[in-house]
């Protein structure tokens, strides 16, 4: 398993003897080696690259080791050295802690400073700033990819393309009349300048990353184009600034205000200017107005998250205590159901067995024992109903399948003194259980409106059939035979009927039909949503007095 990386590793050091081969093979030899020695020295700077991913610092130490002695030398290796030097140093920041990072970075100060060095020409602070600022910076890169910013969580992009476009507008007009002052060609320093604006409009998500990319384009307009440092300068106080919105570190904050105060002075301070007191404290002044700003609006962010999450919190608690206050309430509710209902049909269950066995054999006795069982059915109802009203997550349990529930309410409002002719579509099997479910209960329903409101005697006709994508429950019946003495009724069958409906997504249509008869019809979607929301509801009276719901919203859920 240790050699899995094996070939990255040659890949590493062919890649850093070809780098050298290709910047020092013109070259040829110094002063001190000769022009064979081109290939040695590339190989020799090259090659510990395949060991840097397993040991970065002592490849750091060797490689400034490198090009302290390629610069004594003369040879053009010594621009490789500095290159896989930065290299090596950042991955010990990325790889290491801070003790071998301080090492590395010590060493790698060091080593470039005697690179830059000239026999007979004076170090200036410049050249100090450079020493330091050329390892720093793929330190500082290293070190920032481990992580110190989060994720961020707003997905709006409006402020980034503000950022971008205000960042062109301000590159493009503030320097293009003097792209051709420098000595790279006019397209470089324009893509620069475009580049450098639109780093701004990534620079909420990669803040670390855009601030040294500034401080680099800083760094080159310095050497190459003075007359747009002002421009790079703001535009790398305003990256200072997203970085300390974005980073709570004070830590990290005091790494990028030091590395800007250095940049700024590079920027701004001039071999000829007088350095005083007063003007350091304006420089350090305003290298501090950005960090103060950003740090303001970083800490208004966490506020706002804070009182969101405040809020959200809130509300789920709030939307608990009402869940419970709700749970208790149907408690409540389904124990005083049960004291009540299911001691009066229990009553009545037992008197009607004790009077089926006192009653002579026929159609007394034939009545007693259906009310028997139509009250023990109706406990278990009962039971299962109190258990939903107990427990919302439970799902009511069929006692059996629901065309055979469909076919034995028939027959018992057959026995009860109804003609009915029932009519069951077989293709109804492949309809989801629930809609079969909500068709029994409707026929049950039903069924008992015709025997309280028409009386035995009564003509019925029952249809539950399939058409396209949808379960059709049809009920008529005809005039009642005589007048009749109707039975007390709660009013909430027909409204419990549109309700277990329009759960379904259905429609539903009560009333008068031409013949003096009453027709009840049910539609429910055999592919209905899962609802989560139900939309207004129209009634429309038709000519006839017929009843009918229509939904003027539609439906909206997810899926079934």
């Known amino acids: 398993m240790r050699w899995r990386g094996v070939p990255l590793d040659l890949v590493l050091a062919a890649a850093g003897t070809a780098l050298d081969v290709l910047l020092s093979a013109k070259g040829g030899g110094s002063a001190l080696l000769p022009g064979n020695e081109v290939i040695p020295m590339a190989v020799g700077v090259g090659a510990p690259m395949g060991l840097v991913r397993r040991a970065p610092l002592a490849v750091s130490l060797y490689l400034a080791a490198f090009l302290v002695f390629t610069d004594q030398v003369g040879s053009f290796t010594s621009n490789t050295a500095q290159m896989l030097l930065c290299v090596s140093v950042g991955l010990v920041a990325y790889r290491s802690g801070w003790r071998p990072t301080c090492l590395a970075l010590g060493v790698a100060v060091a080593a470039t400073a005697v690179n830059l060095a000239d026999p007979g020409i004076a170090f200036t602070t410049n050249a100090w700033m450079y020493s330091v600022l050329v390892p720093a910076l793929p330190v500082l890169i290293g070190a920032y990819l481990r992580g110190p910013a989060g994720r961020l969580k707003d997905a709006d992009l ?79 106080l305003i990256a200072l600034c997203v970085f300390a919105m974005r980073i709570a570190s004070w830590a990290w904050i005091t790494v990028t205000y030091v590395t800007c105060t250095m940049l700024a002075s590079i920027a701004i301070v001039q071999d000829s200017t007088e350095v005083t007191a007063f003007r350091v404290a304006v420089l350090m002044a305003l290298v501090t107005t950005p960090v103060a700003i ?57 008197r009607a067995s004790a009077a089926r066995y006192a009653a002579p054999e026929g159609p007394v006795a034939d009545a007693l024992a259906d009310i028997r069982e139509t009250g023990h059915q109706a406990l278990e109802d009962l039971r299962g109903l109190l ?57 049950q329903e039903g069924l008992t409106n015709v025997l309280k409101h028409a009386g035995p005697g009564t003509q019925v006709s029952v249809a539950v059939t399939t058409a396209g994508q949808g379960l059709t429950v049809h009920i008529r019946n005809g005039s009642p035979p005589t007048t009749i003495e109707r039975l007390p009724s709660s009013g909430r069958g027909l409204a419990g009927m549109r309700e277990r409906v329009r759960a379904l997504g259905g429609t539903l249509t009560a009333g008068l039909d031409q013949d003096g008869g009453w027709l009840l019809t049910a539609t429910m979607p055999t592919a209905a949503p899962h609802i989560t929301e139900l939309h207004a509801t129209e009634y429309v009276v038709g000519r006839t007095g017929c009843v009918t719901e229509r939904f003027t919203g539609g439906l909206t859920g997810g899926g079934a």
């Open 158 to 236: 409006t402020p980034d393309v503000l950022l971008a476009g205000g960042g062109v507008a301000f590159t493009v007009l503030s320097t293009w009349t003097d792209w051709h002052n420098g000595t790279q060609p006019v397209w470089v320093v324009g893509l620069l300048a475009v580049l450098g604006g639109l780093s701004l409009g990534v620079a909420r998500r990669f803040p670390g990353l855009v601030f040294m990319f500034q401080s680099v384009l800083l760094i080159a307009a310095d050497q190459y184009l003075n007359d747009t440092v002002t421009t790079c300068l703001i535009l790398t």
């Open 294 to 350: 950003g740090r303001y609006l970083g800490v208004r962010q966490a506020a706002a998250e804070a009182e969101g999450l405040r809020l959200r919190e809130s509300a789920r608690l709030a939307v608990a205590q009402v869940r419970a206050d709700q749970l208790f309430e149907r408690e409540n509710i389904a124990r005083e159901v049960h004291d009540i209902v299911a001691h009066h049909v229990g009553a009545m269950v037992l």
């Open 387 to 443: 258990d939903v009203l107990r427990d919302p997550g439970r799902r009511p349990d069929m006692a059996a399948d629901p065309a055979a529930l469909i076919r034995e309410c028939a027959e018992r409002m057959t026995a009860a003194g109804l003609q009915v002719e029932l009519e069951l579509d077989p293709a109804t099997a492949h309809a989801p259980l629930v809609a079969r479910a909500s068709a029994a209960r409707i026929v």
